[in-house]
Structure formats: C-alpha cells, structure tokens
C-alpha cells in the first residue's frame, strides 16, 4: 500500500503504527498532515460505531484509505462503563489522574474478585472505493484499589493483567506490545494488509 491515512493527531501513536506497518505501508500520514482536517464528534454507543466514523470520515475528507481505532476500559461491576466514555469519564477535559480517581471512587466497597474488567480496542480500516473492515482487540484482568507502576498511561496503573502479578503499568514495553488490546487488533490489520498486498 503506498498512503494510509491515520485518523489521530498524536505523532507518538502515529510512530508506533509506522512500526507495525513497516514494510507493509510505504507512508503513514495522521490528521496533522491534513489542512483543515476536521474532527470526529465521537457519539457512538460502541468502539466499534465510533471507529468507523472516524475512519469514514477521515477517508471521505482526504480520498484516501483511513485507519482509526477506538478504545477503552469496561469493568463489570459498573455494567461495562466507563467504556467509551474510557477518556472522558470524569468529564469532556478530564486526564488520568481524574478519571482514575472518579474509577477508584465508584468501586469503593467491592471486593477483589468483583472487579473483573477488560482493556478493548477496535480498528477501522475504510478506503473511498467502500471498503470497510474492522480488527478487535480484548485483555482481560481486574482493577486494583491502589496505583501499580509508573509505566503506561490512562488506567493502566490499576489495571492487574490476567495472568501476570503486575499492572499494565507494570509490564516491560515488550511485554505489553505483545499481549494488549492495541497490538492484538493491529497484528489483525497487518495479516489483512499481507494477504492484499503480498
């Protein structure tokens, strides 16, 4: 595949998929690269419906195939929240910091074996021709009363991976690239890609 667009403004992640994708994708550009790139108003009910219409959007602004993802942490004592509302949980400017203290918060008083919950990301690859494909991601474990570990971001310092005794925030870079959601849902995308284009 010669361009792929990437729905995101964040260069980091954008550095992290041109890794992925090496040798598969011959230029990865994002949102940034894109004058006048318009934002998505992520209002879908699942990381699925929120995916595509970044990914539809961001193909039909630009003429070319788009890559989004949408992700986030649903816990099943609170019925599967704060799914996607993962990043704005606290609010629509809440960071970590709030959004993991609101979390801690709403499970006080549950024990350890209540606290079940699962790290999801989905992909959604669209292509102006009307492709469209999506890639899934899902790890499972449970959320802990007190910060773990000064790696990672967003929940991952609460978040005790199943079968490991350490948190996501825990877990050597490697380690967590071989088992997260992200990756899982990437490895998808890049088997796809290599049965098209090799």
Request: with cysteine; proline share 3%; glycine share 10%.
């Amino acid at each position: 595949m010669n361009e792929l667009l990437v729905a995101s403004r964040n260069r980091g992640k954008i550095k992290e998929i041109e890794a992925l994708l090496d040798g598969l994708v011959e230029s990865v550009i994002c949102s940034e690269d894109v004058d006048a790139f318009p934002d998505t108003v992520e209002d879908g009910a699942t990381f699925e419906e929120n995916a595509l219409k970044k990914a539809r959007e961001a193909s039909a602004f630009t003429g070319k195939p788009a890559l989004a993802d949408d992700s986030g942490l649903m816990v099943d004592a609170l019925d599967g929240r704060p799914g996607v509302q993962s990043a704005r949980f606290a609010g629509e400017c809440a960071g970590d910091e709030a959004n993991n203290a609101l979390l801690l918060e709403e499970l006080h008083g549950i024990g350890p074996d209540k606290r079940q919950a699962s790290f999801i990301c989905v992909l959604a690859y669209v292509t102006p021709e009307g492709v469209e494909r999506t890639f899934s991601g899902r790890v499972d474990g449970r959320i802990l009363d007190a910060f773990k570990g000064s790696g990672g971001f967003g929940y991952d310092p609460l978040f005790l991976v199943d079968g490991f005794d350490r948190t996501m925030a825990e877990l050597k870079l490697e380690e967590k690239n071989g088992i997260s959601h992200r990756a899982q849902a990437f490895r998808q995308f890049r088997d796809y890609l290599k049965g098209k284009y090799i």
